[in-house]
């Protein structure tokens, strides 16, 4: 007799530590869960590699909460379309697959914002989560020298990462004023489990050049980088190195979350009490609701997992995730870009490089729409993932409405209709 | 079984010995060769290194446009940048 394939109870998009604690916390009671990430493995960008070699004692427990939890693992899988509600489908390295789904968490994380400035296209000029993913997975970086650029928390926990590796951090320059970064850092000691870090933080930094009030200005290179000017608190400054890490803070990833509908606001999946978005079943945790760093977002995610899976809410969660949020607020406030960083790019420089779409072309135009209409600007592979936070920075740009496929598939993929892919359930009935 | 110390991918046809566990966009990083020209031909690298930005696009065992940073190199796996 055929069987008839189940949904999933709780189907998790996004692996990392909002995703493995909503599933984690579903699972517990039972009911079906499946984690999709498009990842080689889970752990998501703050997690990467500690699936195997567990650094942190906080990924050791979830990790290994997850691995003996009968949550399902469907890895190396991008969502790109909803033929309808309750379905999702996604691309896979072998075939396309289809998930129904009860409830959806959606944990889709964040990625790094770039500003086009001269040679940021270069080779070797990456982002700083970026730098460190490509050594994560494989490229040595003991003995090069590295100039880490932009903004936000994340620049100091790379440097530190890449230092560790034995990089040699030339300078770490922190567009933020330094009486901003005072105010972030006197917050921190008010916020708990931040204070731990905040000193070993001050340690580090007593080992590395830090220069608050400074942003990178150009990158110069024949083919490849060979060095970076920058304006350090006021005076322009060349560095020769082999690497500039470079990101300006992070931006939500809230593709799919626009594809299902889900109301947004000043850019964040709005969410409540229960982490529901504004569609009942479809729950949001992690970095799409505000930028907060990982603890919120584990604290999040088990609140979604728990309310997607129809379970209790403890109080204490609901406290914790509360004293938290302040810190999005803090994090926004101190990492701010500034205006100087809007005319960092000149005319000729591409601001959209999966098309080269130059500055010059792109400013002609008041809109997003019509800027894409005309240059092709955000037309390429990326969707306008890379070019779309600039341009939002740079001309306060608001990106239209998301259309599928939210990630670049093949032909085929679009040409099946529904029911004719390999289906991933949740157990058979 | 255990997992090889070493494995080996070419790069347009240049033989290249990685350690497991390397992407391919790493390996190209390592063997000092770029991935793709852009549509006016200017040189490019792997940027946000989490499969986003699609600059590290190569093909892979004939395969076009694959995103580099996310996948693995594998023994006898070719490479192709058109750098």
């Not at chain 1, 320059?173 to 105010?183: D, F, M, Y």
């Not at chain 1, 905040?198 to 340690?203: F, S």
């Not at chain 1, 060095?227 to 992070?250: M, N």
Request: glycine residues 10%; contains cysteine; proline residues 6%.
């Amino acid at each position: 007799m055929p069987s008839r394939s189940q949904p999933f109870d709780v189907l998790v998009v996004g692996g990392g530590p909002a995703g493995i604690a909503a599933a984690v916390s579903a699972a517990s009671r039972g009911v079906t869960v499946g984690l999709l990430d498009d990842n080689l493995t889970v752990g998501g960008q703050i997690w990467r590699g500690e699936e195997k070699n567990a650094t942190r004692p906080e990924s050791r427990d979830w990790f290994e909460k997850l691995r003996s939890s009968n949550v399902q693992l469907i890895a190396q899988a991008r969502v790109f379309q909803q033929p309808m509600p309750g379905m999702l489908l996604a691309d896979t390295p072998a075939e396309v697959v289809e998930l129904q789904y009860a409830n959806l968490v959606l944990a889709t994380g964040a990625r790094e914002r770039f500003l086009p400035f001269p040679g940021w296209t270069l080779p070797n000029v990456m982002g700083a989560g970026g730098l460190q993913a490509l050594v994560k997975s494989g490229l040595p970086i003991a003995g090069k020298s590295v100039v880490v650029a932009g903004t936000g928390p994340l620049l100091l926990a790379v440097a530190r990462y890449l230092r560790k590796q034995g990089a040699e951090i030339r300078l770490i320059a922190e567009q933020a004023s330094r009486r901003k970064l005072i105010r972030f850092a006197a917050n921190l000691l008010h916020q708990p489990g931040k204070l731990a870090q905040a000193l070993e933080l001050g340690r580090y930094l007593r080992a590395v050049r830090f220069a608050p009030n400074s942003w990178p200005m150009a990158a110069q290179g024949k083919d490849e980088l060979e060095s970076v000017t920058l304006s350090v608190d006021g005076s322009p400054e060349t560095i020769a190195c082999d690497y500039l890490a470079c990101g300006f803070h992070l931006v939500p990833n809230t593709e799919l979350a626009s594809l299902l509908g889900c109301e947004l606001k000043h850019g964040y999946v709005s969410v409540d009490e229960t982490q529901a978005t504004s569609i009942g079943s479809v729950f949001c945790a992690g970095e799409p609701t505000g930028i907060g760093g990982v603890e919120l977002a584990l604290i999040e995610g088990q609140i979604a997992g728990l309310a997607a899976s129809k379970q209790r809410l403890p109080a204490r969660l609901l406290r914790d995730r509360d004293k938290l949020k302040r810190f999005v607020v803090l994090l926004d406030e101190t990492f701010q870009l500034r205006t100087e960083l809007r005319s960092l790019g000149q005319p000729e420089n591409i601001v959209c490089r999966c098309e080269d779409v130059p500055l010059a072309q792109v400013r002609r135009y008041t809109s997003w729409r019509a800027a894409k209409l005309h240059t092709r600007c955000g037309m390429g592979p990326c969707q306008g993932r890379i070019c779309g936070p600039a341009t939002e920075f740079l001309f306060k740009w608001r990106p239209d409405s998301v259309r599928p496929p939210i990630f670049p598939t093949g032909l085929e993929a679009l040409a099946t209709t529904p029911g004719q892919y390999q289906i991933v359930t949740g157990g058979e009935q | 079984m255990s997992m090889p110390d070493r494995l080996t991918i070419t790069i347009d046809g240049v033989p290249l010995s990685v350690a497991p566990g390397t992407t391919v966009a790493a390996a190209v990083m390592i063997a000092g060769k770029f991935c793709r020209n852009s549509v006016t031909g200017e040189r490019r690298g792997p940027l946000c290194g989490m499969g986003i930005c699609f600059e590290c696009r190569m093909s892979i065992n004939g395969l076009p446009h694959s995103r580099t940073c996310q996948v693995l190199c594998e023994n006898g796996m070719e490479v192709r940048t058109d750098a």
